[in-house]
């Protein structure tokens, strides 16, 4: 149980075009999630949060216009890098959460040529 | 928010048993422990999870001390495919368990 899917698992992509990462929560319905960027050797850095039904809330010195999060449903959110550029590479990283404890996703590996 | 410090790195062997400590000295009394495990370009994987004392299950164990400053998640004969970074995550059941430590990156040598 409790399982998290991320598609894709990575795409390139030409700096300029948006590109959608999509976050599904298989055997459980969420609420709330969470979406991350990781950086080679370095931890989690959480971007924002996922409210079901609800605007996003994010972090301090992410760009919601940049980032756009969409949770419209209980076992779906998705993530909208718009007007990628080289320096968006990264791997995103979703988790919902269910009572108190936070699955992940597999993980999204996005190249920004 | 509750912050985390972690030890960056830690050597072991196969065979033997891996304690790796987390400090979390302004843990909330809603707050929860709970300890991840992640491979390279993978998502982090669920370890376990506790509240206070001593929490076991089939891969791990997790002790919390009274005070609840601290968490030891305790891997017995750890194997090369133990080689990983884990995490400790504190937080409530809420969603305020937002900010990951820099994790511990073991490794297990043969």
């Known amino acids: 149980g409790a399982v998290v899917s991320q598609h894709p698992s990575r795409v390139i992509c030409k700096s300029g075009t948006s590109v959608k990462i999509e976050c599904r929560s298989l055997d459980f319905q969420a609420t709330t999630m969470f979406w991350y960027r990781q950086f080679p050797k370095q931890s989690l850095m959480l971007m924002a949060t996922?409210?079901?039904?609800?605007?996003?809330?994010?972090e301090q010195g992410v760009e919601k216009d940049k980032f756009l999060i969409n949770h419209a449903s209980l076992t779906l959110s998705t993530l909208t890098v718009t007007s990628a550029h080289p320096e968006d590479s990264s791997f995103y990283i979703c988790s919902a959460l269910t009572e108190r404890t936070q699955y992940f996703g597999p993980g999204t590996r996005l190249t920004v040529l | 928010l509750a912050k985390t410090t972690q030890p960056i790195s830690m050597d072991s062997y196969e065979g033997q048993e891996v304690n790796i400590t987390c400090s979390h000295n302004n843990i909330a009394t809603n707050d929860y422990i709970t300890w991840y495990q992640q491979f390279p370009s993978q998502g982090p994987r669920f370890i376990i999870q506790g509240y206070k004392t001593k929490v076991t299950n089939e891969v791990a164990s997790l002790f919390i001390p009274a005070d609840r400053k601290s968490s030891t998640l305790s891997l017995p004969r750890v194997s090369l495919s133990d080689t990983a970074v884990y995490y400790c995550l504190v937080g409530d059941n809420a969603g305020n368990m937002l900010t990951f430590g820099g994790g511990t990156r073991l490794m297990v040598k043969p």
């Open positions: 996922s409210n079901e039904g609800s605007k996003a809330t994010y």
